[in-house]
């Protein structure tokens, strides 16, 4: 196509030359509206394409179809721009172009850029933001932190001044380059919890309950510390036992099924709360400095008496026990139990396989052990337990089972005295009845083995043999 000279425009309209029924025409934008310029029939391609090159210099010198770019505004810093991002204002102004939408991890977001980009290029005007200056941001996290945290802060800046192009237009370009993203680590051992810990976990009182509220919901249902952080009481369905979580990393809604003893947990939590309003949030009183939930777990895990060595081990190759290795600790158990993977992903909000497969070697070390995933967690949290009651199975007594040192538990104690009552003296595989050609006796018993049932072929007749008819059966 046209060629750039000195007295031409920065930016030259841009056109395509088409075919239709034997003859030519230029498809260019002016204006902001396509149009089609003939070039005439009975001439080759390259006959028309230099006809389109001159209608274009020709357009270019007249200044027609040439859209110069908005100059970009000065006097915003980087701090000013990134808060506004974060914070939703950039929205509210904008709308949704280039990708714009509410941040689920604003939080999150905005503690990494306090941390990390203020410090270096807060107070810089965003157009004068250079290469080097993403440099010393990306210098500043330490080389021990886990190459994720320098994969999320370039992820932060990229995302950041690629919306500095458009739509703040504060900047002709973006900053952060392909050279800035740092290179894939080694892989990692990542841990999860076993069923047994977690029952530690929910069990000790040295924590706070509001904490292990929380543990419970985050391995029982599978969702991110964001969206259980903004689940409010309205959210939380106990009549269904159904769950929806409005808040989400990927902006999906999700609504799913929980399990009954957690319901039962829940139920018990809204009353210790005091009956709260549905708009009130059903995580509370954590008692947790933000962002520090993963040190704060580990804490918990050393009270509660876990002592297993990888979930605290420092190792390269090792990933500590995290907040987020709950949530994989629910996908571990989910694929033990043989869940199907739309099972797993309704409640994870996983849109991708391979994130899931990740889990599958320790879903297979599970199965190895024989350890079965998902107790019972209705009496975990002694705070919450559902108050023992008197049953058929007798009283209960203070050292949790009955006077007859039977099971604990009304339904336990029931059955037990059902299964007493259908227990008999007779030795095992030997059973009582009355015989029906007794009728001296009456109510006698008379003890029998049990046969199997099956089928017997009538013996084979023989030559010369009597009929069977002529055998009178006998009793006895």
């Known amino acids: 196509m046209a060629t750039k000279t000195k007295d031409q425009p920065v930016k030259l309209p841009r056109g395509n030359v088409e075919e239709r029924g034997g003859s030519w025409s230029l498809r260019v934008r002016l204006g902001g509206e396509r149009k089609r310029i003939p070039l005439g029939s009975g001439m080759s391609e390259a006959k028309a394409r230099e006809k389109a090159d001159a209608w274009l210099e020709r357009m270019a010198r007249e200044g027609y179809g040439v859209d110069a770019p908005p100059a970009p505004r000065e006097g915003v810093t980087v701090r000013e721009h990134f808060d506004a991002w974060i914070s939703g204002a950039l929205l509210r102004e904008h709308g949704p172009v280039n990708g714009l939408r509410e941040k689920a991890s604003a939080d999150v977001d905005g503690w990494r850029a306090a941390k990390y980009i203020y410090p270096a290029i807060g107070d810089k005007?965003?157009?004068?933001?250079?290469?080097?200056?993403?440099?010393?941001?990306?210098?500043?996290?330490?080389?021990?932190?886990?190459?994720?945290?320098?994969?999320?802060?370039y992820s932060l800046l990229r995302r950041g001044f690629d919306l500095a192009v458009m739509p703040a237009r504060l900047r002709k370009d973006n900053p952060v380059t392909r050279y800035h993203r740092p290179p894939k680590g080694t892989a990692k051992l990542f841990a999860y919890l076993l069923p047994s810990e977690v029952l530690a976990l929910l069990a000790c009182v040295e924590i706070a309950i509001g904490r292990r509220v929380l543990y419970a919901l985050a391995v029982y249902t599978g969702l991110r510390k964001s969206s259980?952080?903004?689940?409010?009481?309205?959210?939380?369905?106990?009549t269904n036992a159904m769950l929806?979580?409005?808040?989400?990393?990927?902006?999906?809604?999700?609504?799913?099924?929980?399990?009954?003893?957690?319901?039962?947990?829940?139920?018990?939590?809204?009353?210790?709360?005091?009956?709260?309003a549905d708009d009130e949030r059903v995580v509370q009183d954590v008692e947790c400095v933000e962002t520090r939930e993963a040190e704060q777990l580990r804490e918990d895990l050393r009270a509660a008496g876990v002592t297993r060595a990888v979930l605290f081990s420092k190792?390269?190759?090792?990933?500590?026990?995290?907040?987020?290795?709950?949530?994989?600790?629910?996908?571990?158990?989910?694929?033990?139990?043989?869940?199907?993977?739309?099972?797993?992903?309704?409640?994870?909000?996983?849109?991708?396989?391979?994130?899931?497969?990740?889990?599958?070697?320790?879903?297979?070390?599970?199965?190895?052990?024989?350890?079965?995933?998902?107790?019972?967690?209705?009496?975990?949290?002694?705070?919450?337990?559902?108050?023992?009651?008197?049953?058929?199975?007798?009283?209960?007594?203070?050292?949790?089972?009955?006077?007859?040192?039977?099971?604990?538990?009304r339904t336990h104690g029931h059955l037990a005295a059902a299964i007493g009552g259908l227990?008999?003296?007779?030795?095992?595989?030997?059973?009582?009845?009355?015989?029906?050609?007794?009728?001296?006796?009456?109510?006698?018993?008379?003890?029998?083995?049990?046969?199997?049932?099956?089928?017997?072929?009538?013996?084979?007749?023989?030559?010369?043999?009597?009929?069977?008819?002529?055998?009178?059966?006998?009793?006895?």
């Open 125 to 153: 005007l965003v157009h004068e933001v250079t290469e080097q200056d993403i440099d010393r941001v990306m210098a500043r996290v330490p080389r021990e932190r886990r190459e994720k945290t320098h994969l999320q802060l």
């Open 228 to 238: 259980l952080m903004a689940l409010k009481w309205k959210d939380v369905d106990i």
């Open 244 to 276: 929806a979580a409005l808040i989400t990393k990927n902006g999906v809604p999700q609504l799913f099924e929980i399990p009954a003893d957690l319901v039962s947990v829940l139920r018990a939590w809204r009353a210790r709360c005091g009956d709260p």
């Open 315 to 409: 190792e390269k190759n090792v990933a500590q026990v995290r907040f987020h290795d709950l949530r994989a600790s629910f996908v571990t158990w989910a694929k033990r139990a043989g869940k199907s993977e739309g099972w797993i992903s309704d409640r994870t909000g996983h849109l991708d396989r391979a994130q899931l497969d990740r889990y599958t070697r320790a879903a297979r070390t599970l199965a190895d052990l024989r350890i079965v995933p998902f107790p019972d967690i209705t009496g975990a949290i002694p705070e919450l337990a559902p108050a023992p009651a008197d049953g058929p199975g007798g009283p209960l007594t203070e050292g949790g089972g009955t006077p007859e040192g039977g099971p604990t538990g």
């Open 423 to 476: 227990r008999s003296s007779k030795k095992p595989g030997k059973c009582s009845t009355s015989h029906p050609h007794n009728p001296d006796t009456g109510s006698s018993e008379r003890s029998f083995e049990p046969r199997r049932l099956h089928r017997r072929r009538p013996p084979r007749r023989r030559r010369g043999a009597r009929s069977l008819d002529a055998f009178q059966p006998v009793h006895g």
